[in-house]
Each structure stands twice: as C-alpha cells, then as structure tokens.
C-alpha cells in the first residue's frame, strides 16, 4: 500500500535521490512517483528545497537515533569506538539515507542539525573538560571523529568496500583521534 501525503513525497524523494542522486528528485518525479499532486508537494513543503532540508533534518536524526545509545556503554574508549560502529552499521542498514545525507549536506538546517547532535556533542565536551578525551573544538568534532568512518561508508556506499571487513580498523583511528594525549 503506498503511503499518502507528506510521507509519500518523503518516501519518493528518498527513493529517487538513492537511485540517480539529488539532480533526479524534480517535482514531475516525485508527484509520480508518490501519487500526490504538484500542489501537494508545494503545500507540505513549499518547494523542492523545502523537501530536501525536512528531508535531510529527518535523515539526520534517524542516524543520530542510531548512534545515541552508544553513549551509554561504558567509559570513554568504549562509547568512541561504539559510536563509529554504530554509524557504520547504520549506513549499512540504510543505504538510501546515508547516500542522501551525503550528497545534500548544503541543504542542512544548522539550528535543527545542532539540536538533534546536541546529546552528543554534550558527551563528548563533558568527556574532554574532565580530560578523559582530547580537546577538540566542537564545531570540528564530526571531521575529526568521524572522518575515518565518514570515508569508509562513502567508499560502501560505492561499492568498493565492506564496511563489516573496516570496522576494528575504524574503531582503533576513531579512538586515537580523541584519545587524551599523555
């Protein structure tokens, strides 16, 4: 049964985006593919850009969802290794939205993006103020974290590497990025 409305145009754009990325969701594709009419789309989210930033703001919390029970798992290295695994099972588990969170960062909302981290950027500056981390300004928090996560589920989702095969290698240069110095 298809889905109705503004799940059926969020559906639709997610699809599309996973099957000939950001330049294949127009407005023509998306009422056909979900069933809805022009005015629909633009009456639920005022324009194509408008679809895409709800539709990022959406993709970006359901990772986040994924990656916050990590921070209860133990002490500082277990939680950081925990996070990375949990973003590479993430994007393994959901092609389709990791594929989209890549190529649409521009369409991002900072204030909604920065209160769905806000959990875990908290985490990580209680953990560096108590020098279990290293200090590592928040703004830069996700390239430096996740930039080895970040690069292998990129190379996954082109088909040139199983995630299942980097995850120890991940985990160990995840944790030596924050590891306290000393």
């Given at each position: ?17 996973d099957?000939?990325?950001?330049d ?7 009422t ?5 009419s ?13 679809l ?16 916050a ?12 290794r ?65 930039g080895?996560?970040h ?30 110095v000393?």
């Open positions: 049964m298809r889905s109705t409305g503004r799940r059926a145009v969020l559906d639709a754009a997610l699809a599309l985006v099957e000939g990325g950001l294949a969701v127009t407005i023509s594709a998306l056909a593919r979900s069933g809805v022009n005015g629909s789309v633009y009456h639920h989210f005022g324009s194509r850009a408008g895409l930033t709800v539709l990022y703001g959406e993709s970006f919390a359901h990772c986040v969802a994924a990656l029970p990590a921070l209860e798992v133990g002490g500082p290295e277990e939680v950081v925990e996070v990375a695994a949990r973003y590479l099972r993430w994007v393994a588990e959901h092609p389709g939205r990791a594929r989209f969170l890549y190529a649409a960062p521009a369409t991002a909302d900072p204030a909604v993006k920065a209160e769905v981290f806000e959990p875990v950027a908290r985490w990580f500056a209680q953990r560096m103020a108590a020098g279990e981390l290293r200090e590592i300004p928040l703004w830069a928090l996700d390239a430096v974290v996740m080895p996560a690069e292998c589920a990129r190379r996954h989702l082109m088909g040139v590497l199983d995630l299942t095969r980097a995850a120890d290698l991940v985990g160990d240069a995840v944790w030596a990025a924050v590891a306290p000393g």
